[in-house]
């Protein structure tokens, strides 16, 4: 898709992404409309000050907004059975997306791009990509849904590698897009008030290999085993057969990643916590090892890395009491695996928020006998207390993360974890996972 080839093109949705796309375009001698169901034009018009508008629009996306207008170009959070672009869909106006636009920007020869995608792990698994890559004397840069919108990269031909951030979200828009490398670490539900079945969610993480050239997937995952994706490099807590495996080999205490041919690196004392950051280390190591054989030193770079912030995160210890933040532990298999983290600890858990039309039966299963007490907040305390009955652990529903918080200081002891692994997302008390995440650590900070 050649960009020029349109005349208008109307952005729907101006957060970030909305914002990088209208800069993006704001040079093509192209029309440019905006539009965002919750900003008012007053807002948006400071925003875009200095890139000449043709149209602001607010308020509820309605059909005559697409009148002259040739291209829609949607931000990740924008729901594409909303009527109106359905009807624009059925009009044949293309809908694009920034990834769209990014990939009509590379310079292919040059720069690699490998794209990531999951439930969980995303922003793990890129983050400690552009740590390796730039340990090892590349230029690299991760973007995407990490934050960094992929528009803004700066000097983006000068770079060896590009790692990319992609959600489900941004995977819907159908695009014939080659990606160097494509992975998959996982998919669990999630979004299910975004999706009409799980399998649309599953298909939308799955179009990111339609076009890859090489693909590397978890051969755990019990979604990607029905798939039988070919000539695929495949990641698994056990060795597998297949030459292109990667796998976990427990030997004298120590832990290692290892592969059939001489690859062995010791990952016993790295910062990341638990089997799923063991997984999201092997996916990276996968990609690396693509281009760069150099593993010498890597056992000692992966101990370096550190914990980014609000995935299961120390924050303090308190009388022998650790706390620690997985705030972006916004879905119910997040949580899940953070709770898995703490094998043989006394876990006092606060949890709770939107949970977002997810099977929460799981939730109850997986905390059976691993969590002393359950502290509940935000929309879908009650529904979770409901689901979460049978456990024969108390249960208690509280107003605000403080009032969790100082409940489960107060019964925990020393050598016991209190955990926030919300498996909701944040919406309905906060900004954002990340304010959440601030304000526990904020309220731990005083103890």
């Known amino acids: 898709m050649v960009i020029d080839n349109y005349n208008h093109v109307l952005i729907v949705g101006m957060g970030k992404t909305g914002y990088s796309i209208a800069e993006f375009l704001k040079n093509k001698n192209i029309r440019i409309s905006v539009y965002d169901s919750e900003k008012s034009i007053h807002d948006i018009r400071k925003e875009l000050k200095g890139i000449n508008i043709s149209n602001y629009y607010d308020g509820l996306l309605e059909e005559k907004y697409l009148n002259s207008i040739d291209c829609i170009a949607v931000s990740p959070g924008i729901d594409l059975r909303n009527p109106v ?3 624009a869909i059925k009009d044949k106006i293309p809908i694009i997306n920034d990834l769209t636009l990014f990939f009509n920007k590379i310079n292919h020869e040059k720069t690699k791009v490998i794209g990531v995608t999951g439930t969980n792990g995303k922003t793990t698994v890129c983050t400690l990509l552009e740590y390796l890559f730039s340990k090892a004397g590349y230029k690299a840069i991760s973007a995407g849904n990490i934050g960094l919108p992929m528009l803004g990269i700066k000097s983006i031909n000068d770079l060896d590698f590009i790692i990319l951030e992609l959600s489900s979200f941004q995977l819907e828009i159908k695009n014939q897009l080659t990606f160097d490398i494509a992975v998959i670490l996982n998919i669990t539900e999630d979004h299910m008030d975004r999706y009409d079945t799980f399998g ?3 298909m939308a993480k799955h179009s990111i290999l339609e076009y890859a050239k090489i693909k590397i997937i978890c051969a755990d995952d019990e979604v990607m085993k029905e798939w039988n994706v070919r000539d695929a490099i495949v990641f698994s807590e056990s060795i597998k057969k297949n030459k292109k495996a990667y796998g976990i080999k427990d030997e004298k205490n120590k832990k290692y990643i290892v592969d059939h041919s001489n690859l062995k690196i010791e990952i016993t004392n790295v910062n990341l916590l638990g089997r799923h950051n063991q997984l999201n280390l092997m996916a990276a190591i996968a990609v690396f090892k693509q281009f760069d054989n150099r593993f010498d030193e890597i056992a000692s770079v992966l101990q370096r890395f550190p ?15 650790n706390f620690y933040n997985d705030s972006k532990a916004t879905n119910v298999s997040s949580a899940i ?4 983290s703490f094998e043989g600890k006394n876990i006092f858990l606060i949890a709770g928020g939107d949970s977002k039309r997810q099977d929460l039966s799981l939730f109850s299963k997986a905390l059976k006998n691993k969590v002393r007490k359950l502290y509940l907040i935000g929309k879908d305390a009650e529904l979770i207390k409901n689901t979460c009955k049978g456990l024969e652990v108390e249960i208690k529903i509280l107003k605000t993360i403080k009032d969790a918080t100082h409940q489960a200081f107060n019964d925990a002891k020393s050598g016991d974890i209190i955990l926030l692994a919300p498996a909701c997302a944040s919406h309905d008390m906060y900004k954002n996972y990340i304010e959440r995440g601030n304000d526990f650590k904020s309220i731990v900070a005083n103890y």
Do not use: M
């Open 337 to 340: 695996a953070a709770v898995n």
């Open 307 to 321: 914990v980014i912030n609000n995935r299961l995160e120390w924050v303090k210890e308190v009388n022998g009491i």
């Open 85 to 87: 672009l359905k009807k």
């Open 200 to 202: 649309d969610y599953a």
